[in-house]
Nanobody
Framework: QVQLVESGGGLVQAGGSLRLSCAAS????????MAWYRQAPGKQRELAAG???????NYADSVKGRFTISRDNAKNTVYLQMNSLKPEDKAVYYC?????????WGPGTQVTVSS
């Protein structure tokens, strides 16, 4: 069974940066389309960024130009570099497959941005 563990969140001031990691165990994800999702308080979970097995990326308009998704297939890990953070980026961030998040959701990692 696949287990996903997200890490790297924290409290940062507006304009700051964080790098999130998603470590997957139990499967090889090199060919899978992986994504970072986020869920803000009181809102539905939404796609923030995705990356195909070949490295093609896509981003939500709200994060385009500020976030960068990448992957290290040898480590079964997906990353999300977040720069120029805004208070509206505050959310719990999760990783999973895309477009259908078939894996069991991990605990997520909390990102809080102070203004």
């Amino acid at each position: 069974q696949v287990q996903l563990v997200e890490s790297g969140g924290g409290l940062v001031q507006a304009g700051g940066s964080l790098r999130l990691s998603c470590a997957a165990s139990g499967t090889i994800i090199s060919s899978n389309y992986m994504a970072w999702y986020r869920q803000a308080p009181g809102k539905q979970r939404e796609l923030a960024a995705g990356i195909t097995g070949s490295g093609t990326t896509n981003y939500a308009d709200s994060v385009k130009g500020r976030f960068t998704i990448s992957r290290d297939n040898a480590k079964n890990t997906v990353y999300l570099q977040m720069n120029s953070l805004k208070p509206e980026d505050k959310a719990v961030y999760y990783c999973n497959l895309h477009p259908i998040p078939l894996y069991q959701w991990g605990p997520g990692t909390q990102v809080t941005v102070s203004s």
